[in-house]
């Protein structure tokens, strides 16, 4: 899943509305921050298949560290016990922790049966990838309400905080656009990279825009 993660980030704002959206979309999206670097590093190991499902060519073959649901726990308690526990409270550590998780339960409906319990374990998927028209509504259906909540919480303070939101939504609708149109990457290295621009891109857009606007 793409998209629907992001809806995630966008609509937990209601939930914990002190929290920065960039930091919210780095919860709901750090198994697959952390996944580009432990694969370029050769820990976890991905190949590019085209028709391994219908909507990605690509076959996750190992992601224990990144995306078993055991260790996305673990991260998310770290990444709410850093973020909120000192600064923020219980609420900002209970709603990082829990986009962290929610990426494993997005990602245990798209995907073939990949996603590990823990590493080594059994692992599930529901297979909505096996659909392109079941995928698309699913996520685009999670997109629309989540920046429905995100635009109907917070207002624009300038130009910027308008301007920069429609572009961020304009950005990650095209960058998904190309993710159903586009062929397979060229190779792992390419992959790798491409993923970890978008996420320094997305993250960095977030947060400045986010800024702009006011609950």
């Known amino acids: 899943m793409f998209i629907g993660h992001f809806a995630l980030g966008f609509a937990a704002k209601r939930a914990a509305p ?15 921050l952390l996944w580009p670097v432990l694969v370029a590093l050769g ?8 028709g391994a499902t219908a909507f990605t060519p690509l ?5 224990p560290y990144s995306h078993s649901l055991l260790f996305v726990a673990i991260w998310g308690l770290a990444f709410g016990g850093l973020y909120g526990l000192r600064l923020h409270g219980f609420r900002a550590v209970a709603v990082i ?18 996603m590990p319990l823990y590493p080594g374990g059994p692992a599930y998927g529901l297979g909505l990838w ?10 685009s259906a999670l997109f629309v309400a989540g920046t429905w909540t995100y635009a109907r919480l917070t207002r624009p303070r300038d ?13 990650l609708v095209i960058a998904y656009l190309a993710n159903i149109v586009g062929g397979p990457p060229p190779s792992i290295e390419a992959l790798w990279m491409v993923s970890l621009a978008g996420a320094a891109v997305t993250l ?12």
């Open 18 to 32: 002190r929290i920065s959206l960039g930091t919210l979309f780095a919860a709901s999206q750090l198994p697959d």
């Open 43 to 50: 820990i976890e190991h991905v190949r590019i298949a085209p």
């Open 59 to 63: 076959e996750f073959v190992s992601y």
């Open 97 to 114: 922790a829990l986009l962290v998780v929610s990426h494993w339960v997005l990602d245990w409906v798209t995907h073939a049966p990949d």
């Open 130 to 139: 096996y659909s392109v028209p079941g995928t698309i509504v699913v996520e």
């Open 159 to 171: 130009a910027t905080g308008r301007w920069g939101f429609v572009s961020l939504v304009a950005l």
């Open 204 to 215: 960095t857009m977030a947060l400045w825009i986010d800024g702009h606007r006011t609950i």
